[in-house]
T-cell receptor, first 114, second 107 residues
């Protein structure tokens, strides 16, 4: 079984540019989550999809961030325009519906804004 | 939200030494996991351990849910063990992560 796949693994962009991160969850996992770790701080929740619907987006920092999950499969997280403080590692995770275990995290996308 | 505290924040070990990392959490949880973030930023799941004890090679973990703490043991440390170790607890629909223990194993 393939794991959670994220790409790119690393992205370097200039301040003001746009970047789109992609996450492919484990096949059949209805739940998809985005997290990020910035500036050496703790990893924090951004949002949660159930299939194609946003279940909880309370962790999204501001309206420069837009997440989508068309068709309930892969998800994208767009940052537009990127700011220096957006630098960090963005993680995606997926899990089966109504499960307290079976969470699998991707290996992350390291975003560097210069 | 739930509070997750990890100790120590930083740890330097000589290769071959043993260590214990601690995670305290402030409320009942559905799930607890230990992760290792390697120097390339990858987040590797080590243990799913809401309670009890598990072992995997040189690593083992124990969670005492009633006392709201978990321990990660690393024995005979190797340089490849370096990185940040995170404890994360699940409550509701999201994980709450601790601030991590940064481990450096020197040859």
């Amino acid at each position: 079984e393939a794991g959670v796949t994220q790409f790119p693994s690393h992205s370097v962009i200039e301040k003001g540019q746009t970047v789109t991160l992609r996450c492919d969850p484990i096949s059949g996992h209805d739940n998809l989550y985005w997290y990020r770790r910035v500036m050496g701080k703790e990893i924090k929740f951004l949002l949660h999809f159930v299939k194609e619907s946003k279940q909880d987006e309370s962790g999204m920092p501001n309206n420069r961030f837009l997440a989508e999950r068309t068709g309930g499969t892969y998800s994208t997280l767009k940052v537009q325009p990127a700011e220096l403080e957006d630098s960090g590692v963005y993680f995606c995770a997926s899990s089966p519906w109504l499960s307290n275990y079976g969470y699998t995290f991707g290996s992350g996308t390291r975003l560097t804004v210069v | 939200g739930i509070q997750v505290e990890q100790s120590p924040p930083d740890l330097i070990l000589q290769e071959g030494a043993n260590s214990t990392l601690r995670c305290n959490f402030s409320d009942s949880v559905n799930n607890l996991q230990w992760f290792h973030q390697n120097p390339w930023g990858q987040l590797i799941n080590l243990f799913y351990i809401p309670s009890g004890t598990k072992q995997n090679g040189r690593l083992s973990a124990t969670t005492v849910a009633t006392e709201r703490y978990s321990l990660l043991y690393i024995s005979s440390s190797q340089t490849t063990d370096s990185g940040v170790y995170f404890c994360a607890v699940l409550t509701g629909n999201q994980f709450y992560f601790g601030t991590g223990t940064s481990l450096t194993v020197i040859p």
